[in-house]
């Protein structure tokens, strides 16, 4: 990951204490949820892509509440990194690192944070350049 995307994700988790994962089955839903959740000091969203409504969902949400920060969750191929970034998402989340997500994710040009559960993971992520990550 080049400096400049890893120095993007650390300056979006920065921003919020947490940020919450939504899973969002009626994308008309997600402008107002979105509304709801800056008014109260989450600026930082992730729209899960588990349900068939949530490309759509990212981007009722980026229209409706440009200052949040949406990204994209359950990111498991590099499709999806790019329809997650042509819907408007600014940064993808994946349940594991693979080099093809990696990949995808550096020729949008789009900060990654991609799941971790062991040592091993932990340090071939360090080895791909990156600093922030999903345990």
Same mark, same amino acid.
């Given at each position: 990951?080049?400096?400049?995307?890893?120095?993007?994700?650390? @300056?979006?988790?920065?921003?919020?204490? !947490?940020? *919450?994962?939504?899973?969002?089955? /009626?994308?008309?839903?997600?402008?107002?949820?979105?509304?709801?959740? !800056?008014?109260?000091?989450?600026?930082?969203?992730?729209?899960?892509?588990?349900?068939?409504?949530?490309?759509?969902?990212?981007?009722?949400?980026?229209?409706?509440? *440009?200052?949040?920060?949406?990204?994209?969750?359950?990111?498991?191929?590099?499709?999806?990194?790019?329809?997650?970034?042509?819907?408007?998402?600014?940064?993808? !989340?994946? *349940?594991?690192?693979?080099?093809?997500?990696?990949?995808?994710?550096? /020729?949008?040009?789009?900060? #990654?944070?991609?799941?971790?559960?062991?040592?091993?993971?932990?340090?071939?992520?360090? @080895? @791909?350049?990156? /600093?922030?990550?999903? #345990?």
């Amino acid at each position: 990951m080049t400096d400049n995307r890893s120095r993007r994700m650390a @300056e979006i988790c920065a921003q919020v204490p !947490v940020i *919450p994962v939504l899973i969002i089955e /009626d994308a008309d839903q997600a402008g107002p949820l979105a509304a709801a959740l !800056v008014a109260g000091g989450l600026t930082v969203l992730e729209v899960t892509l588990r349900t068939p409504d949530a490309l759509r969902a990212i981007g009722n949400m980026v229209a409706a509440v *440009p200052e949040a920060m949406v990204g994209a969750g359950t990111l498991r191929s590099p499709d999806d990194v790019r329809q997650a970034k042509a819907a408007g998402a600014v940064f993808g !989340v994946s *349940p594991g690192l693979s080099l093809s997500l990696l990949q995808a994710a550096a /020729d949008c040009d789009m900060p #990654f944070l991609p799941g971790v559960a062991t040592p091993s993971e932990a340090m071939a992520a360090a @080895e @791909e350049g990156l /600093d922030h990550l999903k #345990f």
